[in-house]
């Protein structure tokens, strides 16, 4: 049988299946829509760069992992799925729950472990969840969140109320053992899971050259039957024409499919990480030329759907929004003693 092919880079799946095909009008989108692109990717990174201050300052503890280069990938993803469908993901996930909806004071007061989080202070950065939203949590143990998506997905299965789980995971964590195990059963049970690989090349320090004997992710699932698309996730169009196609795939009851989203993270893994395993120049080579806001900007700007003083009032209105966010962050109270108790199976 011959194999399938990635739609983005040629390459073999070596599934036997066809990788899904895109409709070529999903890379197109009006200018309505593209500038909501831009606002909610401006949102996550001055939202980010906000945390990095106030962890800087000591109002942010423990680990703190930001998304910054990474956001044309949740919101093009986003974009493509529906209300009652699920997302979860791992520690990076503070630009995941701004994309599901979640509101930013409730994200900052999170991370400054306040009771006006959205997990009551408890859960801090990597641990907050929405049952509203569809978002069920950022997880701190790699790779331990696509076995529970995989989960998800089976009960959708199970449930036939045709809804489909993102389970988001980074290249260091699509070398666990249970992402293989997760893959296995969703394929075997056609789970309608999409397996969203956030290729930013460097895992938690080492390239993914020097790490993986199969660097080409979207080909992991290959020996299961899953077939996988390499992305470029830099370009929200193309992001979100993927995920297009790939949540038509699951809904038709085709099983799970991989989307290795390749993107790039400009700060390091943690706030602790000085990032010297590549040099500054690589960075700001990225950012002139793949930065996901500033093409999404230009596009806006080439289409003539808004001008240089619209787009300068968005991040003035978005500056507000995460200055009010840190400000609600720092005065809400801290959580009340008798919380230690509650949230807790006994």
Not at 240 to 248: G, K
Request: glycine share 12%.
């Amino acid at each position: 049988m011959a194999a399938a092919k990635s739609q983005a880079t040629g390459k073999k799946t070596g599934s036997g299946k066809p990788a899904p095909r895109r409709r070529a009008a999903s890379d197109k989108v009006d200018g309505e829509a593209l500038l909501e692109f831009y606002r909610e990717m401006l949102l996550i990174r001055r939202f980010e760069e906000k945390a990095g201050q106030m962890y800087g300052m000591g109002l942010i503890g423990g680990f703190c992992h930001l998304y910054i280069g990474q956001e044309a990938v949740v919101v093009g993803m986003q974009a493509a799925i529906e209300p009652g469908d699920q997302v979860i993901t791992g520690y990076r996930d503070h630009g995941h729950m701004l994309a599901t909806g979640m509101a930013p004071k409730g994200v900052m007061a999170e991370l400054t472990g306040r009771a006006g989080g959205l997990s009551k202070g408890k859960g801090g950065s990597m641990h907050m969840f929405s049952h509203e939203k569809g978002f069920y949590g950022g997880h701190g143990i790699v790779g331990a969140q696509v076995s529970l998506g995989t989960g998800l997905a089976f009960a959708n299965k199970y449930r036939g109320n045709d809804r489909v789980a993102l389970a988001y995971f980074g290249d260091g964590a699509a070398n666990q053992g249970q992402v293989y195990e997760s893959f296995n059963m969703a394929e075997l049970w056609r789970l309608p899971v999409i397996y969203v690989i956030e290729n930013n090349q460097y895992a938690m320090g080492t390239s993914v050259g020097r790490a993986s004997a199969q660097p080409d992710l979207h080909l992991r699932g290959e020996s299961f039957g899953i077939p996988g698309v390499q992305v470029d996730g830099m370009d929200v169009l193309k992001v979100r024409a993927a995920a297009e196609e790939a949540v038509a795939h699951c809904r038709a009851g085709k099983g799970p499919i991989i989307l290795e989203m390749m993107t790039y993270r400009y700060r390091g893994h943690s706030m602790s990480d000085p990032a010297k395993y590549r040099s500054k120049e690589e960075v700001q080579k990225v950012r002139a030329e793949q930065d996901p806001i500033d093409r999404a900007r230009q596009m806006l700007l080439d289409g003539k759907h808004v001008d240089e003083a619209a787009l300068k009032e968005i991040d003035r209105a978005v500056k507000e929004v995460v200055a009010e966010a840190a400000e609600f962050a720092q005065t809400s109270p801290e959580p009340a003693e008798e919380e230690l108790y509650t949230d807790i199976l006994r």
